[in-house]
């Protein structure tokens, strides 16, 4: 096992050596897992869930009222059948 030492900041945050991010293969905004176990640390390189994003990016618009679109739809397809219908 190989030992690494990193200095924690007044804001509670470490900087992980180079050589440990290159073993890791860690790139700049990836996941790390911290686990204690027994007093001792793990950091283990994590890909992100595909769920994980969601939420960190403000919509650009709000959310569609889908009933109101399926009502708009439903309404939408009733008129062209009446047309169809009247036009017999």
Do not use: C, W
Not at 74 to 87: G, M
């Amino acid at each position: 096992m190989r030992e690494f030492t990193a200095t924690v900041n007044r804001r509670g945050q470490i900087t992980l050596p180079v050589s440990l991010r290159r073993e890791l293969a860690l790139k700049p905004y990836d996941y790390v897992t911290l686990a204690v176990e027994n007093g001792h640390m793990r950091i283990e390189g994590t890909k992100p869930a595909i769920d994980q994003p969601a939420g960190s990016v403000t919509p650009i618009s709000r959310p569609e009222d889908f009933k109101a679109l399926s009502t708009i739809a439903k309404d939408e397809v009733a008129e062209r059948y009446a047309r169809k219908f009247l036009k017999r």
